[in-house]
C-alpha cells in the first residue's frame, strides 16, 4: 500500500526558497556576464550546449532544443543569430542529409572559454549552497 505523501513544513517551504534564492542569483550573475560579452544569455548557452555536448564538437538543432528546453523552430532562430555573429556555423549532415550540425567559431570558442571561466569561478563561490538534503517523500 501506498503511503500518503506528508504535508509539508515550514523547514520545507525555507528550503525551497533557499534553493530558488541561490538559483536566482546564479542566473543573474549568468544573465550580467554573458550581456558583457555582448551576447545574450541564450546565445551563451546555446555556445555551452555546443561545446559541452558528450563525445564530440558539435550538436544538432534538435540536441540542442532538448538541451535548451526550447522549441526547434526557436533554436533554429537563435543558430541564425549567432550566425550572423560569427559565433556558430551550420552544416548539412554528411551521414543524415535531414540533420544539421551546429560548430563553433573561433569567436564562439574564445567568448564561451572567457564566459565559461567566470561561470566556473561563480559556482565555486556558491560551494555549499546548493546543498539539497534528502527529501522524505
Same mark, same amino acid.
Given at each position: 500500500?501506498?503511503? !500518503? !505523501?506528508?504535508? %509539508? ?44 555536448? !558528450? ?29 550572423? *555573429?560569427?559565433? &556558430?556555423?551550420?552544416? &548539412? ?10 560548430? %563553433? *567559431? ?11 571561466? *567566470? ?6 563561490? %556558491? ?9 522524505? %517523500?
Amino acid at each position: 500500500m501506498k503511503k !500518503p !505523501p506528508r504535508e %509539508l513544513e515550514k523547514a520545507d517551504f525555507e528550503q525551497l526558497s533557499a534553493f530558488r534564492y541561490q538559483m536566482r542569483r546564479f542566473e543573474r550573475f549568468s544573465e550580467q556576464a554573458a550581456q558583457s560579452e555582448g551576447i545574450t544569455p541564450l546565445q551563451y548557452l546555446l555556445l555551452l550546449h555546443i561545446k559541452g555536448y !558528450p563525445e564530440r564538437d558539435w550538436a544538432t538543432i534538435g540536441e540542442l532544443a532538448e538541451r535548451l528546453q526550447a522549441q526547434h523552430h526557436g533554436v533554429v532562430a537563435l543558430v541564425s543569430r549567432c550566425e550572423a *555573429l560569427g559565433l &556558430v556555423k551550420r552544416r &548539412v549532415s554528411e551521414s543524415d542529409r535531414r540533420q544539421v550540425e551546429v560548430y %563553433l *567559431l573561433k569567436p564562439g570558442e574564445k567568448t564561451l572559454a572567457k564566459l565559461a571561466a *567566470l561561470h566556473r569561478a561563480e559556482l565555486k563561490s %556558491l560551494q555549499g549552497s546548493f546543498n539539497v538534503p534528502q527529501i522524505d %517523500l
